[in-house]
């Protein structure tokens, strides 16, 4: 085992526990701190669990630098066990990233909160990392086709699928927190973990000392942007007023008071005017919310739903703060008010008790024959 072999095994290993072990601590923090909010938020994205997989993931790369250390160290790595042991940390790595990323608000929509997605995609995780296992060893054994080895494609392309969530998910999570520098170094520090994985696959760019350190840079940087990612859901969570404190009161046409005295807003009264269909599409989630039961609480936003584009929820709370004027600290954001709760369904995050609709008002959104489905839940 030559030095920089040595050298990158032991840094990957050291580094990547003490990421995982950081990480573990900042999960048992806020379990132990926001256990009460986590309780009763449970339909939301769980910031702790997002957390518990990412450390696992760390703790996984701790385990798959220990076995290249021995591989190396006891010279096994051309042999079956080693192969058997790369393939099963493979499928936990990509496993436990996927499970994480599942967690993230800004997680491509179709693993974000969707159970039976992520399954699948699981599934296919282990279908990849048994076919390159059976290419290892029965098809294809060590052959090159061109300068490719092939036993390594199907594993190089999973990697590529999931630094593709990993990237996205940090980009718009970071851009979404107005760290801009932050969401670049993202991409480049997961686009150079993808290239560092290259030479394993053509031989051509099989440079140890560049791509080692490749590597180590990639591995270091992912890790402190995890713990970045870790206080900002820290700081969001606490920042996420309390759903007992949330009132709201639907009193006319176009016109709601609203309370929420964690961001100082204290039975404001708040006139959407002619932005009814904002005003509309509150009032619906509120009823869904107040008199519904089960499903019937969440609605539908996609083009083919009641609300059409999510970007309709985000105008919502745009509007609410420029009529209320508040200042950047104290501005809602879209999961105060409201719950995502998987495949493109929504509630509203008040509590039904909480909720209060003037009876004409009601009786007169329930007149609107557009408005019919909503007659049964109300009654």
Request: with cysteine.
């Amino acid at each position: 085992m030559s030095e920089v072999t040595q050298f990158h095994n032991l840094s990957h290993i050291f580094i990547s526990l003490i990421g995982a072990v950081l990480l573990i601590a900042i999960y048992y923090n806020i379990r132990k701190r926001f256990r009460k909010k986590l309780i009763e938020e449970e339909s939301q994205n769980r910031v702790d669990k997002g957390l518990l997989h990412l450390s696992l993931a760390l703790f996984v790369w701790v385990a798959s630098g220990v076995w290249a250390a021995l591989g190396q160290h006891y010279a096994f790595t051309g042999n079956f066990t080693y192969q058997i042991g790369v393939n099963l940390l493979s499928i936990l790595n990509s496993a436990f990233l996927l499970f994480a990323l599942s967690y993230f608000t800004h997680a491509p929509d179709f693993i974000n909160n969707n159970k039976k997605n992520v399954k699948l995609i699981v599934a296919i995780i282990v279908g990849i990392t048994l076919l390159t296992f059976v290419m290892s060893f029965a098809i294809v054994g060590q052959h090159t086709f061109k300068g490719v080895v092939l036993r390594a494609l199907p594993d190089l392309l999973l990697s590529a699928f999931i630094c593709y969530l990993l990237l996205v998910s940090l980009y718009k999570t970071f851009s979404h927190n107005s760290l801009q520098i932050v969401a670049v170094i993202s991409v480049l520090m997961v686009s150079l973990m993808f290239i560092s994985q290259l030479p394993e696959v053509f031989i051509a760019l099989n440079d140890e000392f560049n791509y080692s350190l490749i590597r180590i840079i990639a591995k270091s940087s992912l890790i402190s942007l995890f713990l970045l990612l870790a206080t900002i859901w820290v700081i969001n969570l606490a920042n996420t007023p309390d759903v007992k404190e949330i009132k709201i009161r639907f009193t006319d046409w176009s016109m709601i008071n609203l309370s929420i005295p964690s961001k100082n807003i204290i039975n404001q009264q708040i006139d959407f005017g002619s932005k009814t269909t904002q005003y509309k599409n509150l009032l619906r989630m509120a009823i869904r919310r107040k008199y519904g039961t089960g499903d019937e609480q969440g609605i539908l936003v996609n083009a083919a739903g009641e609300i059409k584009n999510q970007s309709y929820l985000s105008r919502i709370i745009d509007n609410i703060n420029q009529i209320l004027g508040t200042n950047e600290e104290e501005q809602l954001e879209r999961r105060d008010l409201f719950v995502f709760l998987g495949e493109s369904r929504y509630r509203l995050r008040i509590l039904p008790e909480l909720i209060e609709i003037e009876a004409n008002l009601l009786k007169e959104f329930n007149n609107n024959p557009e408005n019919s489905p909503y007659l049964k839940l109300c009654n």
